[in-house]
T-cell receptor, first 111, second 113 residues
Framework: DQQVKQNSPSLSVQEGRISILNCDYT??????FLWYKKYPAEGPTFLIS?????DKNEDGRFTVFLNKSAKHLSLHIVPSQPGDSAVYFC??????????FGGGTRVLVKP | ETGVTQSPTHLIKTRGQQVTLRCSSQ?????VSWYQQALGQGPQFIFQ???????GRGNFPPRFSGLQFPNYSSELNVNALELDDSALYLC????????????FGSGTQLSVL
């Protein structure tokens, strides 16, 4: 039972263009959503988050959008840079701080 | 401020053996969570420790057990290893139970042969 899904396993984008990563969830009890970024041989690092009471949160080049009715969130990276090449995980939480992760999207930003 | 550190970084065991993985939480963090990340998948929650007590457990059998010590460091123990236990084991620390931002270590890559 995959409660958080990232349907695109990989994404390739040209430097300077927009990267859009998508995530769908099924559990209506999720109240907080996060994106983590992971480089090889490193642990995931927190990128940006959004509470279920908001529909948008922005931090520099990163913006997360939440559509509660569709149970969908997306991460926009503008402009994409080669250093953004990594695996991105969408995560969600209900009560407490146990996180449920999606399967990840590997992003490759081409110079 | 030191980050989350895990040891060892890599480990090879054979089926049926037991393994102990270790984690030092980030300075000041009193909550430690363990996650298993199989190849090509996202991390899966194993359990969480808060003030030396287990506080929540995912869908893992009892042969996965843990400890948290007074200095908030933690151990993950796995008994009777199975081939499917081969994965990256990630430790994450946070301050308190309601803090969503977890700080992850680099993980221990466990291979079971």
């Amino acid at each position: 039972d995959q409660q958080v899904k990232q349907n695109s396993p990989s994404l390739s984008v040209q430097e300077g263009r927009i990267s859009i990563l998508n995530c769908d969830y099924t559990n209506s009890m999720f109240d907080y959503f996060l994106w983590y970024k992971k480089y090889p041989a490193e642990g995931p690092t927190f990128l940006i988050s959004i509470s279920s009471i908001k529909d948008k949160n922005e931090d520099g080049r990163f913006t997360v959008f939440l559509n509660k009715s569709a149970k969908h969130l997306s991460l926009h990276i503008v402009p994409s840079q080669p250093g953004d090449s990594a695996v991105y995980f969408c995560a969600a939480k209900a009560a407490g701080n146990k996180l449920t992760f999606g399967g990840g999207t590997r992003v490759l930003v081409k110079p | 401020e030191t980050g989350v550190t895990q040891s060892p970084t890599h480990l090879i065991k054979t089926r049926g053996q037991q393994v102990t993985l270790r984690c030092s939480s980030q300075s000041g963090h009193n909550t430690v969570s363990w996650y298993q990340q199989a190849l090509g998948q996202g991390p899966q929650f194993i359990f969480q420790y808060y003030r030396e007590e287990e506080n929540g457990r995912g869908n893992f059998p009892p042969r996965f057990s843990g400890l948290q010590f007074p200095n908030y460091s933690s151990e993950l123990n796995v008994n009777a290893l199975e081939l499917d236990d081969s994965a990256l084991y990630l430790c994450a620390s946070s301050l308190g139970l309601s803090n969503e931002k977890l700080f992850f270590g680099s993980g221990t890559q466990l291979s079971v042969l």
